[in-house]
């Protein structure tokens, strides 16, 4: 008897261990699949706490409604970030109450660069920092060729791109609509010459190439890169000066019937000892204090930029992104006698800058956009056409403006009037094309048509107008006007001929 009750004692002791005081549980888990690599830590969870976790990888962004309540058929759920799922669920009908979540880990969206290109990219910077905007300017030049998972697809992809686009609208703020219905990100997009659906995905493509620069993605995943010996050099990680987005791996409870297990899981993974194991598997930031950094890990990663609280920002971001071919702008210039001395020199200068210059960054002219150039004085002066395929060509439209050729009298509105029969021809020939206009001018019309007779003239209602105040423009008028063909007047007496052509670049 006294040896059977010993070999009882000790089956239950062996029992109790294998579920940690509970019978053994099985839960379906909606993932992302970035969490691929939490393998081997899941079969800890299930030894020390009886929970075996079934992971579905799925997409983040194309699986947030079948996190809502009620429509959920898992009964939790570990993203990367449940930010689009928010979004999601603010518009969802019918939604039940907002499932609890909590965050485990954190990873920032960085920028590997091979050593040469960060190196060619720093020249001329003092602090030797990279911002968002150094790298779109390059890329907008054809300099900068980088790989990043497909945003409409990929939890980092979107990420990505919701952290350069926030860091292009350079309010400091959570990106909104208006910040987005002007697409800044033109130029950057040129750059990006390799995609695929998943943040794993991309990064082994791009360990296959050697022609492509930088890969953007989550930190963990570009030191797990790094450490792969899949390179022929280790990647040098950015942390844009302008900002960054991070992801958080919140675990979402969908059945709340699992409440028990759930609380189980969470604490299992933000104990001092799972945050230590998830960082020196996986190279994620612990989301806690009690554990100290990996030696890879900066300490210091820069100012966190906010993340989008409307779904129409986010679907406008994708829609412009995925979607746009270059578009067509229509400059016409005003090259009157008042604007001589100062005033052209400062024209000459925006143009300079838009065209590469140090401050262009988001703003400057891309690979592959078209422009149309007229010079107006009481008649039309000159006009050219540009397409923009190498520095050569940005040479040629800073030579056109160059010249001397101004004239005694300004007609502003027969001016704008050639332009838009220019644009009209452009959409004939390519119908859908994308052509906006930019209409300068320093002075009141004096010559030719009034603005009355430009706006009775029939016109094509896509192609919108934005007027640059500079000098003693009459306001009233060039505001009327833009307003009227569906765009806005910026005053540049109160900023700067750059900064007025950078507000209206981009918008079609």
Not at 266 to 284: E, G
Request: hydrophobic content about 40%; some cysteine; proline content about 5%.
């Amino acid at each position: 008897m006294k040896r059977f009750l010993v070999v009882l004692l000790c089956l239950l002791l062996v029992l109790s261990a294998c579920t940690s005081g509970g019978e053994p549980v099985k839960l379906r888990v909606l993932a992302s699949p970035e969490l691929a690599d939490l393998g081997p830590l899941l079969e800890d969870l299930r030894k020390e706490t009886g929970i075996e976790l079934e992971m579905d990888f799925q997409g983040t962004v194309s699986m947030s409604t079948a996190l809502i309540p009620g429509r959920a058929r898992h009964d939790l759920a570990w993203l990367s970030t449940d930010r689009f799922f928010q979004l999601e669920f603010r518009r969802a009908a019918d939604k039940g109450e907002r499932p609890l979540a909590t965050k485990t880990m954190v990873s920032p969206v960085v920028v590997g660069i091979t050593p040469a290109k960060a190196a060619e990219l720093r020249k001329g910077k003092p602090d030797g920092k990279l911002s968002w905007a150094d790298m779109a300017d390059a890329a907008a030049s054809g300099r900068f060729r980088f790989a990043m998972a497909e945003p409409a697809t990929s939890t980092s992809g979107l990420t990505s791109l919701v952290g350069v686009a926030t860091a292009a609208a350079g309010t400091g703020a959570a990106l909104r609509l208006e910040d987005v219905k002007c697409d800044k990100l033109q130029g950057f997009r040129t750059g990006h010459t390799l995609t695929a659906d998943t943040a794993a995905a991309v990064a082994d493509k791009f360990a296959e190439r050697r022609d492509v620069d930088a890969i953007i993605g989550y930190e963990s995943t570009l030191l797990t890169l790094n450490g792969s010996g899949r390179l022929e050099a280790p990647l040098e990680l950015v942390y844009p000066r302008d900002g960054i987005v991070q992801a958080d791996y919140p675990i979402l409870l969908l059945d709340p019937a699992k409440r028990e297990a759930y609380d189980k899981v969470v604490s299992w993974a933000r104990s001092p000892a799972t945050q230590k194991k998830l960082m020196d598997r996986t190279l994620r930031r612990p989301i806690t204090g009690e554990v100290g950094l990996d030696p890879r890990l900066p300490a210091s990663i820069g100012n966190s930029l906010y993340f989008p609280d409307d779904s129409a920002v986010v679907d406008k971001l994708l829609e412009d992104y995925a979607g746009r071919a270059p578009g067509r702008v229509i400059f016409a210039l005003d090259f009157s006698g008042s604007m001589k001395g100062p005033r052209i020199a400062a024209l000459r200068a925006a143009f300079a800058g838009l065209s590469g210059g140090p401050e262009g960054g988001f703003d400057r002219f891309y690979r592959g956009e078209r422009l149309t150039v007229v010079r107006f004085g009481g008649k039309i002066l000159g006009d050219k056409e540009f397409t923009v395929n190498g520095p050569q060509d940005l040479d040629a439209l800073r030579a056109f403006i160059a010249t001397d050729d101004f004239d005694g009298n300004t007609a502003v509105w027969s001016a704008l009037g050639e332009a838009y029969a220019k644009a009209a021809a452009h959409r004939r020939a390519e119908p859908g094309q994308s052509v906006s206009i930019v209409l300068m001018t320093d002075g009141e019309s004096n010559s030719g048509p009034g603005i009355e007779e430009f706006l009775r003239a029939p016109r094509d209602s896509g192609v919108h107008t934005y007027t640059v105040r500079f000098g003693e423009a009459n306001p009233a008028e060039l505001a009327r006007a833009a307003e009227a063909t569906g765009g806005h007047m910026v005053d540049a007496n109160s900023t700067s001929l750059l900064d007025a052509f950078k507000e209206i670049r981009g918008c079609r």
